[in-house]
């Protein structure tokens, strides 16, 4: 199975920063990589899809990039309801696999 | 607008089985597959598998080969995931999804708690 490791694990940043998640593949995954947001108690939202497609209704302050094995997703400007989880999502082989999850708190 | 409607929580006992549902609505069903996550605070995400609503056709991730069993009634555009011989570890929150090339709309989630 191809192995996500997503970093920072947590994240604490003000109103208006940037912020980058990055996620790095143990083999080529071919910008078939989605990133998603999740909040307390809710299921997860799609953001990004195919490494930097922004998925429609998703502010364009969300952003993805990368290629190969490395991939990281920005958020500019962040917004108090930008805290929540984020997790990346390989799609290029089965079985799917995520990274571990970052959690984003605003201060 | 598309919508997962999963079925509530579940206790259960170690040894059964439990079956959850997972309803659409808003889109053609037979168009998307359905797959199937599991979500613990310990192991994080995991992948189980997807069904072909149009054929019936399952994928598993090997991991829940003998765990999970998908199944699909077209007629009432519902999907379902059977979880047998239950194990505290069976513990989780499990997400259904829509999902073609990219998972693009989840369920609600449905809690399933494994206790004697």
């Known amino acids: 199975d191809i192995q996500m490791t997503q970093s920072p694990a947590s994240l604490s940043a003000s109103l208006g920063e940037t912020v980058s998640i990055e996620c790095l593949a143990s083999?080529?995954?071919?910008?078939?990589l989605a990133w998603y947001q999740q909040k307390p108690g809710k299921s997860p939202q799609l953001l990004i899809y195919y490494a930097s497609s922004l998925q429609d209704g998703v502010p364009s302050r969300f952003s993805g990039s990368g290629s190969g094995t490395q991939y990281s997703l920005k958020i500019n400007s962040l917004e108090s309801e930008d805290a929540a989880t984020y997790f990346c999502?390989?799609?290029?082989?089965?079985?799917?696999?995520f990274g571990g999850g970052t959690k984003l708190e605003l201060k | 607008q598309v919508q997962l409607q999963q079925s509530g929580a579940e206790l259960a006992k170690p040894g059964s089985s439990v079956k959850i549902s997972c309803k659409a609505s808003g889109y053609t069903f037979t168009s998307y597959y359905i797959s199937w996550i599991k979500q613990t605070t310990g192991q994080g995400l995991e992948y189980i598998g997807y069904i072909n609503t149009g054929s019936g056709g399952t994928n598993y991730n090997e991991k829940f080969k003998g765990k999970a069993t998908l199944t699909v009634d077209k007629s009432s555009s519902t999907a379902f995931m059977q979880l047998s011989s239950l194990t505290p570890d069976d513990s989780a929150v499990y997400y259904c999804a829509r999902d073609y090339y990219v998972m693009d709309a989840w369920g609600q989630g449905a809690s399933v708690t494994v206790s004697s």
């Open positions: 083999e080529d995954i071919y910008n078939n």
């Open positions: 999502l390989q799609d290029s082989e089965y079985p799917r696999t």
